[in-house]
């Protein structure tokens, strides 16, 4: 029965594949054994179901931050743009608008030499625009692939949730079946 688990098919990122139960016979041998195998079932498809939450939040994380890389790399963009435009004037400072919350928006003056970046756990770092454009571009190009990556183990979990819950039906069902055979030769038995 352990050997059931242990495939040696996976998905590019090791997630194993569940197996497919053709014949219950193969995994019961005796019906006292179908307690242990069925809740052998129960718990591997409650490991895809974890698998599988933990995978749709980190698509949700990466939903977020991908537009806001993308909104970032923009504004970084632009002010390299303004800033080569800007060369021959003397004043390197451009007077930009930007939102202090949902309603509320002020001017400020910007130099156009440098920018700070969030890099997360409160940490900022000061990078040049060229610098800042080329971080962004990586971060946003990471986070497109684990997104993709995401979403096809996603999928994956989905296909294997599927057919684990086919076998816990297959095996309960088999059980049924035997129980009523028990019953039925045991109305015999007493006639």
């Avoid at 949700?60 to 743009?81: A, H």
Wanted: proline share 3%; hydrophobic share 35%.
């Amino acid at each position: 029965m352990s050997s059931l688990f242990n495939s040696t098919k996976t998905n590019p990122r090791g997630i194993p594949e569940a197996p497919f139960v053709e014949k219950v016979e193969d995994y019961i041998k005796k019906p006292t054994d179908f307690e242990l195998v069925f809740n052998q079932f129960q718990e591997h498809l409650s490991k895809y179901k974890f698998m599988l939450e933990s995978k749709n939040s980190t698509i949700n994380q990466l939903n977020v931050r991908i537009p806001d890389i993308q909104n970032t790399l923009k504004i970084c963009k632009s002010l390299l743009l303004q800033k080569n435009e800007a060369e021959d004037d003397e004043n390197q400072e451009i007077e930009m608008n930007y939102q202090l919350n949902d309603t509320l928006y002020t001017k400020a003056n910007v130099t156009t030499d440098k920018v700070g970046l969030w890099l997360g756990a409160d940490v900022m770092m000061e990078y040049t625009l060229d610098e800042a454009i080329e971080l962004l571009n990586k971060r946003l190009s990471d986070a497109n692939e684990s997104l993709t990556l995401a979403q096809e183990d996603a999928e994956f979990l989905r296909e294997n949730i599927t057919t684990m819950e086919v076998n816990c039906a297959r095996l309960y069902n088999w059980d049924v079946e035997q129980r009523s055979k028990l019953r039925q030769v045991t109305k015999e038995l007493s006639i």
